[in-house]
Structure formats: C-alpha cells, structure tokens
C-alpha cells in the first residue's frame, strides 16, 4: 500500500554511492538495520516489483555488495548461468573488482565460482568466462601515448587471418587497445 515511489527515487536516485553510504549508517544507528533491509520491506511484496526492488538494492549497497549481488544473479539463473548478467559482471568491471567479487561469492557460497562456470558454460562463453575471471585485462593504459599501433594492426591481421584468438586478444588488451584493434 504505502510506498511513495516518487520519494523513494527521489530519496535514492539523486544521491551518489557516498551520500547513500552515510544515510545507511545514520538509518542502522537510529533503527538497528541496514537501508536494505527498509527497501526489501517496502518493495519485497509483488513479483511485478522485481526489478524495481533489486535496482534500489542496487543503489543502497556498496560496490563490492553490489558486484556480489550481481554474480549471484548470473549464477542463480533457472537456465543455470544468466549469460548476459555473467558477461555485465565480468566486462563492465574493473578486474580488481572482478577479483574481489570472486573472493567474496567463493566465501559465500563455500564453492569454487571457476569450477561452477566450468561445468555449467560451455564452448566460447567458458572461454571468455574463465579468462576475463582472472582479472588479468590490461585496464591501466592511460593515454593514447599506451596505444601501440603497431601492436594493434599486428592483432587486426592476425585475428583477420584466423592466426590469433579473439578472446585472449580482446580479454589481454586495454579497451583503448581494442579501440586501435577495432580502427585497423
């Protein structure tokens, strides 16, 4: 009955990470529980409401909740693995974030989150799983004074030609990298 929506995305959506972070610990001093907990009451109750209360949960929690959150959507998907949740996780963040979700989902679900995408993904999706999970892409390039060109039209013929694989080349390189790959 008595949510106000239109307050509730004002309240939520106008702040950042860091404001909502302090509204939390000022609503857990005064009511002894996490915002979270407040939006799960006043959304929780209809289906049709899905997704409107997993993005207020999504906008309350911290990042490293939030990426944890994330993954267990991917993983607890009826299919089995939600693809296109996995691949939102594993491409839209930084892999020390990537990491770091990995630590915290293994902690939690006392399993191994590589040995579970192994048995339930297949083909070039394990691929690209298991190789951006380890959070190796070369994100720190800076400028374009990090792009190598030469590099870049190197893997563009080679990945033309069939002499290159496109997960390791795209995966390994910074997305600038890509750009130059792309360009070439």
């Known amino acids: 009955w008595g949510t106000d929506d239109t307050a509730l995305i004002r309240a939520l959506a106008t702040r950042n990470k860091r404001s909502l972070a302090r509204v939390n610990v000022g609503y857990r001093q005064k009511h002894g529980e ?54 939102e996780f594993l491409c839209a963040r930084h892999p020390k974030r990537v990491r770091a979700a990995k630590i915290r989902w293994e902690q939690s679900h006392d399993d191994s989150l ?21 959070g190796k892409r070369d994100t720190d390039a800076g400028g374009d004074d990090d792009v190598d060109e030469g590099l870049a039209r190197k893997q563009a013929h080679q990945l033309k030609d069939g002499l290159a694989d496109f997960i390791e080349v795209l995966c390994d390189n910074s997305p600038k990298q890509n750009l130059a790959v792309a360009k070439v």
Do not use: C
């Open 114 to 134: 590589v040995d579970k995408l192994a048995d339930h993904l297949g083909g070039d999706m394990q691929k690209l799983a298991l190789r951006l999970l380890k």
């Open 34 to 87: 996490p915002l979270q907990q407040l939006v799960d009451a006043e959304l929780g109750g209809s289906s049709k409401n899905q997704w409107y209360l997993y993005l207020a949960k999504f906008l309350v929690v911290q990042e490293e909740q939030a990426d944890a959150m994330i993954l267990d959507l991917a993983m607890e998907s009826p299919e089995g693995v939600d693809h296109a949740a996995l691949s």
